[in-house]
């Protein structure tokens, strides 16, 4: 056999021990896997069956307690003088004297005179009214002593029943008249003569004066102002939804408060009436307090700002719950027995920090006031009580 023919057999040889080698290497690697896949479902881990533990918040709660809340109004207003009253002159003529207390801010008191006007020629004229009506009487006399006189001579000389102008009837009506008359123009002459002096109407202070001494005053001319510093009101405006608690009229006594210099001061007042009509340009409604005298027996001075926190009507059997605790508009989550239900609320009065409200409440109810991201229907809290 030739190099080349055993050469070529060599070759045969080890392609047939390459092919045998890769058979069983293959083989192997089918074996290997079989078996691992074998001990990976036998000795596989299960899956522990056991249901994760739920985490249960803790909550703050606060017991619901449904009261008696009476409504106080905050508002402010100005003191005003219930009487003030502007003086005029009702007769003309020269002014003669003049009140040292008929200045700006003097006080009067009722009846003191602040003005007087010449009398002479208002004396006169009721000396002249008096005289007309003596003329009067007089006339009247002497036609009843004619009427007398004419009977008698009728029964003695006439025949039937005297007539009414024989009697004198007509001159006794028109002289009876003319007394009716004279007694008025007296009257008038007297009033005239009265309306020469001009006096306070009531205690209190004046406001402007308005006249000299000497000088010539035509009826009607303005002589001075006055106003009472005792009997003062205060105008008190409400917002509608105020004004709907005030009630028809409201309740005790409160205080005016007002700061002057670095004294703070305070009268008592109680609301006196209120006002039927609503302000279109506000839209509010205005009650009217009275101002009382304070311990000391002083009075704020007129045109004072005021300012005061007013009772209005007692609400029944409603909440007084923390701002913070509402939800949205008017909800709120109560925990009862563990367990979160929602509640809606009518929100009746908003204050700085807390809000009076009325809802369907049940027994066992308590507010929450934690603030849960999600709170859902039936969820299980963990409650502890608030403050």
Do not use: C
């Not at 020469?196 to 001319?221: C, H, K, L, Q, S």
């Not at 304070?294 to 926190?309: H, N, R, Y």
């Amino acid at each position: 056999m030739n190099d080349e023919a055993i050469e070529i057999e060599e070759k045969e040889r080890k392609g047939s021990i390459h092919a045998v080698m890769s058979f069983v290497l293959a083989l192997v690697l089918i074996l290997v896997g079989f078996g691992g896949l074998i001990l990976f479902v036998v000795n596989k881990v299960k899956a522990s069956q056991e249901e994760p533990k739920k985490i249960i918040p803790s909550v703050t709660v606060a017991l619901i307690e449904p009261k008696a809340h009476e409504v106080r109004i905050s508002t402010q207003g100005i003191v005003e003088s219930r009487r003030e009253v502007m003086l005029a002159a009702e007769v003309g003529g020269r002014v003669t004297a003049i009140s040292p207390q008929l200045v700006d801010g003097g006080r009067v008191k009722r009846g003191d005179l602040l003005v007087e006007i010449d009398q002479a020629d208002y004396v006169a004229g009721v000396a002249r009214a008096k005289a007309s009506l003596a003329d009067a009487e007089l006339a009247l006399e002497v036609e009843k002593a004619r009427a007398k006189q004419a009977l008698r001579d009728w029964d003695k000389l006439g025949q039937g029943e005297a007539p009414a102008l024989v009697l004198r009837e007509p001159q006794i009506a028109s002289a009876e008249a003319r007394i009716v008359s004279s007694s008025a123009e007296v009257e008038r002459a007297e009033r005239d003569l009265e309306r020469t002096r001009i006096v306070a109407p009531f205690d209190g202070r004046v406001r402007t004066a308005e006249v000299e001494e000497g000088a010539v005053v035509m009826p009607g001319a303005r002589v001075g102002e006055i106003y009472s510093d005792r009997d003062l009101e205060v105008r008190l405006p409400f917002s509608l939804r105020d004004f709907g608690y005030l009630g028809d009229g409201a309740g005790g006594e409160f205080e005016l408060r007002a700061t002057m210099g670095n004294q703070k001061k305070h009268w008592p007042a109680k609301i006196d009436r209120i006002e039927g009509e609503v302000e279109r340009s506000t839209l509010s409604g205005h009650g009217i307090a009275r101002v009382m005298a304070a311990e000391d027996g002083s009075f704020p001075p007129v045109g004072l700002f005021v300012e005061s926190v007013v009772p209005g009507v007692r609400l029944e059997d409603v909440v007084e719950i923390p701002r913070s605790a509402v939800r949205g508009q008017n909800t709120v989550w109560v925990e009862n027995g563990g367990v979160l239900t929602k509640r809606e609320v009518e929100i009746l009065r908003s204050r700085r920090e807390h809000l009076i409200t009325r809802g369907n409440f049940e027994d066992g109810d308590r507010l929450v006031l934690t603030r849960l991201e999600a709170p859902l229907e039936g969820m299980k809290v963990n409650a502890e009580d608030g403050e």
